[in-house]
């Protein structure tokens, strides 16, 4: 019993200890989320008539003397205090919200142990008095730029340049609480977070404290910003510096497939579309991907590899890169190359799925079926684009790139009636943390032009945020099809502000789902038929997705065991035995492919000129195969014997 009794004691004890003397992490991060919350919530601050940071730049310093718990409540006291008197209210509190729209605003911690009971009464009667108002750190973005919502004094929160100018301790916590307090209350999807929001900022928060030098500044924020789990955050997280140096690289892409990191297209000899990516400086690739998935903001893992493969090779144009990869024999292979380019160069854009399509905004192929290149379409060319394929039994739609806003127009024409395909959690101004459901609907009632084919939808990794936004649009017509692999799931808008004049950051601030309330942030579109490209397929210059959504749409027209309706392909003799005579209408750069009964590529034919060709099958197996021709203008396929 009276070990019992001591030991209880000694935790009484232990706990009074830890309450009395918090540790510097802990109090930056308490300072953090009272700050914020006075920030948007009293009277006097909401409105700017304090000056906040400057009574945070003040605070700072006691905060990180304060020895004893009392003391750091003494130093929150002041903090308050500074910002006056609350204006009592006289007006009816605002009606309670649903859960879903207030996760933004969880004030439990206002009754955790470290806070003294007179700052509590403090923050509580704040809460007891706010009422929604016009707030001067947050608006409805009405100006230039793009995103839901501006920050109008908190762009830029420092006026200077880091790199140049590198600040000081208290500045630097200045700009990861305000930068953190945004985040905190504008992002609408805080609550599918893999690390809740309040534990990244008390991991990190004397990373930022102690953070010697500009570098070691990027790599904080890209640390706190890879975890909002928001491809849009990463792709803004970026500095002037950044664009200058170390961003230097090889002619080399790389695309992901469902295993590998893939070229796809190649400045030297020794490295051949669909050779596989195994080293880099001798560092295998997953030991790599390790080292940097805590600086890349994602939602699932396609997109982090997608991002990350732009990565891979960049640095100082002084020092060269060794590649360790894998060619078509499976052979290893290593190569030293020399960053010569800029990664944002053109020669790294200029390149497509498939290629032969990348300057098509549509066209129509044998067996009546439609393509449309999503990422060329503009709004003027919707009219003539649908009445060229009004009449097809199929259109396939390519999402895999950026759409120009067409999806509108396009809906107009298709949807057989009015309908809502999306709606969205709007982030309220005027109450920060809290948020309205809104719907939108596109189409025309009782449409006598709607499209009565089948709609088949490309996508992949490249696809995100309006062209995600632009797939849901699809997904409102009947019996749509989604072929590909899973999207960034990062759609909605972008909000972005500056840090100082070289560090931007921003992220999703405007929540989009579907009509029924499912999510598709980070989960992004679903495909129906998941299909990645392979580097078998990658080598032989093949679009496996579009082949895919072909062989879908053939299903849907008329096809028997001649190939699709209307073909114009022949193969002579048939059976064969040692060669087959392919002809067709003329066309330049075909591709021929010979499938088995697996569906296995068993043959592959470049032809550089006109057919008629003749392919030698002298060595295939007696039995039946299919042949694919595919060229400029058609996708035909043919079935025929060998026998032996």
């Not at 700050?35 to 605070?59: P, Q, R």
């Not at 990861?176 to 991991?203: C, G, H, Q, V």
């Not at 880099?280 to 030991?287: E, F, V």
């Not at 390790?290 to 144009?317: H, Q």
Request: proline share 5%.
């Amino acid at each position: 019993m009276k070990k019992l009794i001591f030991i209880v004691l000694l935790y009484a004890l232990c706990v009074t200890a830890y309450a009395q003397n918090p540790s510097y992490e802990k109090k930056l991060y308490y300072t953090c989320k009272v700050w914020g919350y006075v920030k948007y919530f009293h009277s006097e601050v909401s409105t700017c008539k304090v000056n906040w940071d400057s009574v945070l730049a003040a605070i700072l310093p006691m905060v990180k003397n304060a020895e004893s718990n009392s003391a750091f409540n003494n130093a929150l006291m002041n903090m308050i205090g500074a910002a006056g008197q609350m204006e009592p209210t006289t007006t009816p509190a605002p009606d309670e919200l649903s859960p879903e729209l207030r996760f933004n605003l969880n004030l439990d911690w206002f009754n955790d142990p470290i806070l003294r009971s007179d700052v509590k009464a403090i923050l509580v009667n704040i809460k007891t008095n706010f009422r929604p108002h016009t707030n001067c750190w947050v608006c409805n973005n009405t100006g230039a730029g793009y995103g839901w919502l501006a920050f109008p004094n908190d762009d830029p929160i420092i006026n200077d340049s880091l790199v140049t100018n590198f600040p000081d301790e208290f500045t630097r916590l200045a700009l990861l609480f305000r930068y953190w307090n945004i985040a905190s209350y504008f992002n609408p999807y805080k609550d599918i977070l893999d690390i809740p929001w309040d534990s990244t900022l008390y991991r990190n928060v004397i990373n930022f404290a102690t953070v010697p030098d500009y570098t070691g500044f990027v790599k904080a924020i890209k640390k706190m910003s890879s975890k909002l789990d928001d491809a849009h955050a990463e792709c803004l997280t970026y500095t002037t510096k950044s664009n200058s140096t170390g961003n230097f690289i090889p002619r080399l892409i790389f695309k992901i497939t469902k295993n590998n990191y893939v070229v796809v297209k190649s400045d030297y000899s020794e490295i051949s579309n669909g050779d596989i990516l195994e080293s880099i400086n001798g560092k295998p690739i997953t030991q790599i991907e390790d080292s940097l998935r805590p600086y890349i903001s994602s939602g699932n893992y396609d997109v982090f590899r997608r991002d990350l493969s732009s990565y891979f090779l960049r640095g100082d144009s002084a020092f060269n890169v060794k590649v360790g990869f894998k060619d078509y024999l499976g052979n290893t292979n290593t190569i030293w190359l020399s960053r010569i380019n800029r990664y944002y160069d053109t020669w790294f854009s200029d390149y497509y799925p498939c290629d032969s399509l990348k300057a098509k905004k549509w066209k129509k192929y044998k067996g009546n079926i439609g393509y449309v290149n999503m990422g060329i379409l503009e709004p003027e060319d919707v009219k003539n684009m649908y009445n060229s394929l009004y009449a097809t039994k199929a259109i396939i739609f390519d999402v895999r790139n950026y759409p120009n806003g067409t999806i509108t127009n396009i809906a107009q024409y298709i949807y057989p009636n009015r309908k809502c395909f999306v709606k969205f959690t709007i982030p309220d101004v005027f109450f920060p943390g809290t948020y309205s459901w809104s719907e939108s609907f596109y189409g025309i009632e009782n449409n006598t032009v709607a499209y009565k084919g089948k709609i088949i939808v490309l996508c992949n990794q490249e696809t995100q945020s309006h062209a995600e936004f632009t797939c849901m649009g699809f997904q409102a017509m009947p019996d749509v099809v989604i072929v590909g692999s899973q999207t960034a799931g990062a759609d909605g808008d972008i909000s972005a502000y500056k840090m100082s004049k070289d560090i931007h950051v921003g992220f999703t601030t405007l929540g989009t789902f579907y009509p029924d309330g499912r999510q598709t942030q980070r989960i992004g579109i679903v495909p129906d038929s998941v299909v990645y490209p392979t580097a078998e397929g990658i080598r032989q210059g093949r679009d496996e997705v579009l082949d895919k959504a072909f062989e879908i749409a053939r299903a849907t027209v008329s096809v028997d065991e001649n190939g699709i309706t209307e073909n114009d392909i022949a193969i002579s003799p048939n059976p064969a035995k040692d060669y087959i005579e392919i002809t067709s209408k003329p066309s330049e750069g075909s591709a021929i492919y010979i499938y088995n009964m697996l569906g296995e590529i068993v043959l592959t034919v470049r032809v550089e000129n006109f057919l008629p060709v003749r392919v030698n099958v002298s060595n295939l197996p007696q039995g039946i195969y299919y042949l694919t021709l595919r060229t400029q203008n058609a996708y035909e396929i043919k079935k025929f014997e060998i026998v032996k």
